[in-house]
């Protein structure tokens, strides 16, 4: 069987002792970004060509010759070391192909609106190619930066979660966030399963069917095995868990100015109304980061689960529900009401790749009248939380169901089973 990759990003804090210098390193950075970005703009046709040879050309009409000629556009920067000038043009270039890529749809008619400008700030974290570090290992790394006179090398520890063992490390990333120093390394591992989903399905391989919810058990698992029966049903929770954090955020917000004695007073938009307003002027920015960090590692922490149970289950699909690209076209009430509140998009996203990593393709499924149906039954199903509570049709909160054949049970399961009935039927066959 033939093996593949999967490219991962570790983000690690690195221990420093000269901010300065990094920020010396950044500024002089963006400057010779900018100096090829203009470079660049003088000679759009340049673009046609490949990304290497493109890099080539620039640095052809910028650095001096070998017989001592000087080039046409003579770099005006002093001891700029060679990966580092070329981490700066490929930012350029990068950079100048997306606003040209901007611009040509704008010039097609596929974007509205008045005519795209040049960015504003010519700005991108520092890539560190081979030769401006050197010495990286479990706990420490060796940094070339420029002190505003001159280059200096400079060991910095870091902390993080540890890389694997057998992974290969690419070149890293500086990025400066305000007082802290963070290094993003790209991690390359080896996939040793990377058949197409269509291989697997003719070679019958069992699945895992996920329903995502916004109730405490935020994902539900069911394994479809080869004849299409469902077993094994699993419930991830922590739902009320990120309701209870997110209200708490949300409540700080709501004090905004006023302070703590007298949290009525309403001076500045809060919860989605907030949202509206651009992230550099919104109020109470650093709540609404924390909501978004929050959300995160609960969408980490569930899709790390969903794959976790694939692999226990001898799984090589996970089938979860197709959403949509916006919250518009949303089928289904919940997820159009707030931006906040339904982290399933995010779920999914996480989870694509953590199943790549272990050898598992990831397909969504229309979700159709997967939350209506009954599973067993095909007929039209009553939700309900309690036993005391009338069913209905059309709650949406129902934890649990019940049909006019006397099938009860889970809604959030029902719904599982129903989206890998619907993959089964489609790719499989015929359901048992």
Known sequence: MSAGYAITTYKIQLNYRHLDWFKQTQSLFDAVLAFYYQLLERQPEALELSNQNLLRHLELQTIPKRDGRQPETPLPYEKVPLYFRRGAINAAISLYRIYSGIHKAWEDGGCKGTEPGRPKRLHMSMRYYKGMYKDFDYQSIMLKLYTGKSWSWVKHRYTGRPFPEEAERMSPTIVIKKKKVMLHVPIKEKVEDIRTAKERVQQKEKFVSVALTTSDSLAVCTTFQADGTAAHPYFIKGGKELAHRRKQLIGYT?????????????????????????????????????????????AHEVSRKIVDYAVRQGAKLIVMPAYGDTFEKGTLPYIKTDIMAFIGRRIIHYTKYKAWQAGIIVQLNSMGKATKLCYKCGEVIYKHNTEYQPPSPNFLGGKNFRCKNKHRGSTALNTARNIGKSFYQTFYGEAV
């Open 254 to 298: 709501k004090r905004g100015t006023a302070g703590n004695n007298a949290p009525g007073i309403m001076t500045q938009p809060v919860g989605n109304d907030a949202l509206v307003v651009p992230q550099e002027h919104r109020p109470n920015a650093k709540y609404y980061n924390k909501i978004t960090r929050v959300t995160d590692h609960y």
